[in-house]
């Protein structure tokens, strides 16, 4: 043994991807008002100090908090783009934050992990954006047009199933 000490955090990397796709959200939030944008980028703050301390609960409720400001947005009328948007940026700013918590437990802050964290980070974000496009598509070019909230119902129920495959 060396006798080094495995530092179980996350990298700083981390603290960036997960930081751009939360103020993406709050941004995205920004559009239905000051009050979503205000909540969505708490959240993303809690999430951040969540993936610093390397703290599974924390992210988790940072995530939601951003989710709900998105949410906050969608009831005050903002464009369909931006909520679906905002939506898929705060799912993947939750999800590689409990990526980044997860590999810094594994591998600890000093191992190389930006690589994995971008991979991980882009497939989540193509994943989202194309699930979005679909559903803003549908949504109009469908037969009759849905107010916002139906959308945003929707968006609830695939980011349920998300988060319930994802444990």
């Avoid at 979503?36 to 992210?59: D, E, F, P, S, Y």
């Avoid at 600890?108 to 193509?126: F, I, K, Q, S, W």
């Avoid at 194309?130 to 598509?137: D, E, I, N, S």
């Avoid at 916002?148 to 994802?166: D, E, H, P, Q, W």
Wanted: charged share 10%; aromatic share 4%; hydrophobic share 55%.
């Amino acid at each position: 043994m060396s006798g080094t000490e495995i530092t179980r955090r996350p990298g700083r990397h981390s603290l960036v991807v997960s930081g751009v796709a939360g103020a993406t959200a709050a941004a995205m939030a920004l559009t239905g008002g000051g009050t979503g944008a205000a909540v969505a980028a708490l959240g993303t703050v809690a999430l951040l100090a969540g993936v610093h301390r390397a703290n599974h609960r924390a992210v988790d409720a940072g995530g939601l908090v951003a989710f709900l400001g998105v949410a906050a947005a969608a009831l005050s009328e903002a464009p369909a783009a931006a909520v679906l948007f905002g939506t898929v940026t705060s799912v993947v700013a939750w999800d590689t934050g409990t990526n980044a918590v997860s590999l810094g437990r594994q591998l600890g802050a000093e191992a190389d992990t930006v690589r994995a964290e971008n991979l991980h980070a882009m497939v989540g974000a193509v994943v989202g954006l194309l699930t979005a496009v679909f559903g803003l598509v549908l949504f109009e070019i469908g037969p009759t047009r849905q107010p916002v909230t139906t959308l945003f119902v929707l968006l609830i129920a695939a980011t349920l199933l998300v988060v319930a495959l994802n444990r």
